[in-house]
């Protein structure tokens, strides 16, 4: 059994940055690949970014260059670095992993972005 544990969501101007963590609870995080997705009102989850056991990384073309993903393994966290936020970044941020057989999801953070 997994648990997922998101927090650092919040309301920032646009322009502005917010950090994310998921805290991940068992001694297997480091084995597997994490992920973070988001969620707006009327929208699809879709996938922002995720990044691999190793370090390898993959993101959205709408965050490339703007988001960070990182993991510290020791720790069983995963982060996401946002900055230069826009509006349209606004939604409920989740953290994924896969442990075959099961997917898990954490409890999801709201970011809001608004003047």
């Known amino acids: 059994q997994v648990q997922l544990v998101e927090s650092g969501g919040g309301l920032v101007q646009p322009g502005g940055s917010l950090r994310l963590s998921c805290a991940s609870s068992?001694?297997?995080?480091?084995?597997?690949?994490m992920g973070w997705y988001r969620q707006a009102p009327g929208k699809q989850r879709e996938l922002v970014a995720t990044?691999?056991?190793?370090?390898?990384?993959n993101y959205a073309d709408s965050v490339k260059g703007r988001f960070t993903i990182s993991r510290d393994n020791a720790q069983n966290m995963v982060y996401l670095q946002m900055n230069s936020l826009k509006p349209e970044d606004a939604a409920v941020y989740y953290c994924?992993?896969?442990?075959?057989?099961?997917?898990?999801w954490g409890q999801g953070t709201q970011v809001t972005v608004s003047s």
């Open positions: 994924n992993t896969v442990v075959p057989p099961a997917l898990y």
């Open positions: 068992g001694n297997i995080f480091s084995i597997y690949a």
């Open positions: 990044i691999t056991s190793g370090g390898i990384t």
